[in-house]
Every structure is written in C-alpha cells, then in structure tokens.
C-alpha cells in the first residue's frame, strides 16, 4: 500500500513537471491592486491543488448526520446491555 501512494506521488510530480514545463508562458493576473505575471502551468497547477485542498476540508469539516445518528443509537444500545443483568456463567440459577 505504501509503495503504490509513493509510486502515485512521483507519477502525480513528474506529470506537474512535464505540464509546467509545456505550459511555461507566461499570463498576467489582474488582481486589482497587484498584476503579478505567472507562469500559466503553475497558475494551472496551484488552483487544481487548491481546489483539492478546499474540497478535502470541506468534506472532513461536513456533518455527518447519518454517521452521528448511528453512533447515538449505538451508545443507547450499549448502555442498555451494559444495564441488563447477565446470567450466571455456568448456567445454574445460583439459588443453591
């Protein structure tokens, strides 16, 4: 498992490397105040991973209603089995 996320990573890296490198001319972003000029691969590039970051924050920060409602019911289970007396062990009704 770890050798097939560290192959994915470099596969991930170089496919990053060979888009910037093609994609290495220059566009300016006009953000109102500032005008920075960028290469349009790693403008590219940035905004995939920022999107991906966003999108996992948002996913793990989400609620989970079904998730916490299951929860909630397994605790009440437990709590009552935990509250039911349990039966002697050898079988005997422990009255001898």
């Not at 994915?8 to 001319?25: H, K, T």
């Not at 920075?36 to 996913?59: N, Q, R, T």
């Not at 409602?69 to 002697?88: C, G, I, V, Y």
Request: avoid cysteine.
């Amino acid at each position: 498992m770890r050798l097939a996320l560290v192959i994915a990573v470099i596969l991930f890296v170089v496919f990053g490397a060979v888009f910037g490198a093609l994609n290495a001319e220059r566009i300016t972003l006009d953000l109102y105040f500032w005008q920075p000029s960028v290469p349009k691969g790693a403008l590219i590039l940035s905004a995939v991973v920022v999107g991906w970051l966003a999108g996992g924050i948002v996913a793990w920060l989400a609620p989970r209603p079904r998730i916490h409602r299951e929860l909630k019911e397994t605790r009440k289970q437990l709590k009552e089995a935990r509250a039911e007396p349990r039966p002697p062990i050898d079988g005997t009704a422990g009255d001898a």
